[in-house]
């Protein structure tokens, strides 16, 4: 077992504390969640829900199969663009649409 000599830093600390909590991955999520409702509005986000983030593309699930179609053929460029205006350039590439329950 290897000791270290003198005080750790904080940041190292910290940083160790919010992986095993996961309250980075939250946080995260929080980020996505609130730029998901900016970026849909109002009606479309009560008839959605996110899913999962992986490799860049956004999966969401939607109430019903008008809204889907009407997300997936004509506003899927716009909100892409505003997903990344908001997180930051690659961090959502592509989103795909599942219909499915909505809670």
Do not use: C, N
Not at 21 to 33: C, D, N, P, S
Not at 57 to 82: C, M, S, T
């Amino acid at each position: 077992m290897i000791v270290k000599e003198g005080p750790e830093r904080l940041s190292e600390v910290l940083s160790r504390l919010f992986t095993s909590r996961g309250w980075g991955e939250r946080q995260q999520r929080r980020r996505i969640e609130e730029a998901w409702q900016s970026a849909a509005g109002e009606r479309v986000a009560a008839r959605s829900e996110l899913g999962s983030l992986r490799r860049g593309v956004l999966e969401v699930i939607v109430a019903d199969a008008v809204l889907l179609q009407e997300l997936a053929g004509f506003q899927k460029r716009d909100l892409i663009a505003h997903l990344q205006g908001a997180l930051g350039p690659g961090r959502v590439t592509d989103i795909r649409f599942r219909l499915g329950t909505v809670r």
